[in-house]
């Protein structure tokens, strides 16, 4: 099969749009999600400092490579910074958190900004092996998102959606 924008060969298939990309065309939707988001959230502000956060070495190496090629050199990351930090977990991770948090009652905690909250965890596996980063599988395959998500693909992202407004409304 071929690519959705050229001529070149579909090796990435996007399971909840059903359509097949080259590397290039599939890295470049991907910074174009990401893109959009922060600047909707407007969670990243070049003027701070910031932390990453360490969480899996391939979301935090991702995560990195997304950020300097959407702001360049202009964003500082460094190990000193305190109170503005950037933690990288998949789509599957926040939904999974949020949705535990929801059922059971507990207070929501506020996230740091997350450049890879709008990138499926599917999609960080693609993005390893285009960019020759180890993966280290997710062991959380059989939670109620994944349940959902193979029998109504973009749940996550719906879900995602909601659980904006729900925190929105939280802090009304």
Do not use: W
Request: aromatic share 6%.
């Amino acid at each position: 099969m071929r690519c959705e924008k050229c001529s070149g060969k579909g090796k990435v298939k996007s399971t909840y749009t059903n359509r097949r990309y080259c590397d290039r065309h599939f890295m470049e939707m991907i910074s174009r999600r990401i893109r959009k988001d922060l600047r909707i959230s407007q969670k990243i502000n070049i003027k701070k400092e910031y932390a990453i956060a360490k969480t899996t070495d391939h979301e935090t190496r991702i995560a990195m490579h997304f950020l300097s090629e959407i702001f360049g050199g202009r964003l500082k990351v460094s190990n000193t910074a305190k109170d503005n930090v950037i933690r990288p977990r998949s789509l599957d991770k926040e939904t999974n958190d949020f949705l535990e948090e929801f059922l059971e009652n507990k207070e929501s905690r506020s996230l740091p900004v997350n450049p890879l909250r709008v990138v499926l965890e599917e999609e960080i596996r693609e993005i390893s092996g285009i960019l020759g980063i180890n993966y280290a599988e997710n062991k959380d395959k059989n939670s109620i998102t994944e349940a959902i998500d193979s029998k109504y693909p973009g749940t996550k992202f719906s879900l995602m959606k909601s659980m904006e407004e729900i925190k929105t409304k939280k802090q009304k």
